[in-house]
């Protein structure tokens, strides 16, 4: 069991490997819904 533990990395590299995803991801929902809000209608796809 003690092999196993040795190849976890620790706790802060998992919190920065989870919050280098989540910045981005959230970032990219907040532009998809002010562009979905804010966008002049000839600006905006016909589909």
Same mark, same amino acid.
């Given at each position: 069991?003690?092999? #196993?533990?040795?190849?976890? &990395?620790?706790? %802060?590299?998992? @919190?920065?490997?989870? #919050?280098?995803?989540?910045? &981005?991801?959230? %970032?990219?929902? @907040?532009?998809?819904? #002010? ?13």
């Amino acid at each position: 069991m003690s092999k #196993l533990l040795e190849f976890v &990395p620790e706790r %802060i590299v998992i @919190i920065c490997t989870i #919050l280098a995803f989540l910045f &981005p991801y959230i %970032i990219h929902k @907040i532009n998809q819904l #002010l562009h979905k809000n804010g966008d002049p209608p000839w600006k905006k796809n016909k589909s």
